[in-house]
């Protein structure tokens, strides 16, 4: 049976401490919706009622213009070993950037990666947590180094010029305004 809670408990907070990967949504108005899954320990509760996570490059830039235009998100947490459950929590997500005046206080709680292209924000509206029945056991192995490995091999000069490219615009046209003048 779901239930509903104003922000994150403590042992909310646990559980999402002991997962090692969750998936987030958005949608434009028009267009596409966008799920992600993202891992890599890049997950972190600010408080009860605000979260974040560090945005590496990716092939699309989808969350961020979802973001801009109308701040809907969700983001998703299921247990694949012990107890099952899911976690749900919905609210108004925000895309810190390079430059933007939270940037650096945000930045230092989590860890240096190369590929770091801006931070997730959202501010909690509600919390849904669920049974998770139906979600199958895995055993984690280990995170992929693929990502990390190809944003190493890019440079700073590389990756500017990734985002330059691909970066800019959602699927739908949308802009993500990652390399606008902070």
Request: with cysteine; charged share 15%.
């Amino acid at each position: 049976m779901a239930k509903f809670y104003p922000e994150l408990t403590e042992s909310l907070q646990q559980f999402i401490a002991e997962q090692h990967i969750f998936f987030t949504a958005t949608a434009p108005t028009n267009g596409r919706v966008n799920l992600s899954p993202k891992g890599i320990n890049t997950f972190r509760v600010l408080t009860p009622q605000t979260v974040a996570y560090l945005d590496l490059t990716g092939s699309g830039n989808e969350s961020s213009a979802h973001l801009i235009e109308n701040g809907r998100m969700t983001i998703m947490f299921c247990s694949f070993q012990d107890a099952p459950l899911i976690l749900r929590l919905y609210g108004k997500g925000q895309v810190i950037r390079p430059g933007d005046e939270a940037w650096q206080d945000l930045l230092s709680g989590f860890p240096m990666l190369p590929g770091t292209r801006q931070l997730v924000t959202l501010a909690i509206a509600s919390v849904q947590t669920s049974c998770g029945l139906g979600v199958p056991v895995y055993d984690f192995v280990s995170d992929r180094s693929s990502l990390i490995d190809w944003a190493t091999h890019k440079g700073s000069e590389g990756l500017q010029e990734y985002w330059r490219v691909k970066n800019q615009v959602s699927i739908d046209g949308l802009p993500t305004h990652l390399l606008r003048e902070p």
